[in-house]
């Protein structure tokens, strides 16, 4: 079953601005932002994530240096939930300082082709119109 309401150049735009606010947030450990973003599965790893990061003293710069695709892979509304899911492939920058500030190589990338697959949902019956993260998938 389709979602009437549901526009796909909207949705891929949308998209591609919580694709960029989730990792920026995720870089930043803003996790009061994450949780708005993220479903309470994927908000507890990527919390975790950055609970680790910063007991390592550790810090994240990431860089979307641009969009190369986005492509809506599938989406369907089962038991008043609806579910998108975007492959994005994209040219990031991403670097890992230790806690001297020192770059650590094996965990830093620039200008690579990152291709993620990240699943969207909302409930089609609430009042909230925004979509949340509960998948990702790294094809790199």
């Known amino acids: 079953k389709a979602d009437d309401n549901f ?7 949308g998209a591609v601005g919580a694709y960029k606010l989730v990792l920026q947030s995720f870089a930043d450990g803003d996790l009061s932002q994450l949780k708005k973003l993220l479903s309470f599965e994927m908000f ?11 007991n390592d003293g550790e810090d994240l710069v990431i860089k979307i240096n641009k969009v190369i695709n986005k492509k809506l892979l599938d989406g369907f509304v089962e038991d008043n939930v609806s579910s998108v899911t975007v ?3 994209t040219n ?4 890992l300082h230790d806690k001297n500030g020192k770059k650590i190589n094996k965990e830093s990338v620039e200008n690579e082709k990152v291709v993620d697959v990240w699943t969207f ?3 089609t019956l609430a009042s909230d119109p925004n979509w ?3 998948e990702t998938i790294s094809e790199n």
């Open 92 to 95: 990031q920058t991403r670097i």
């Open 132 to 134: 949340k993260l509960v």
């Open 7 to 13: 526009n796909q150049t909207e949705f891929k735009k």
């Open 121 to 123: 949902e909302k409930e």
């Open 44 to 54: 507890e790893n990527f919390s975790e994530s950055i609970r680790n990061r910063n």
């Open 87 to 89: 492959r994005f492939e």
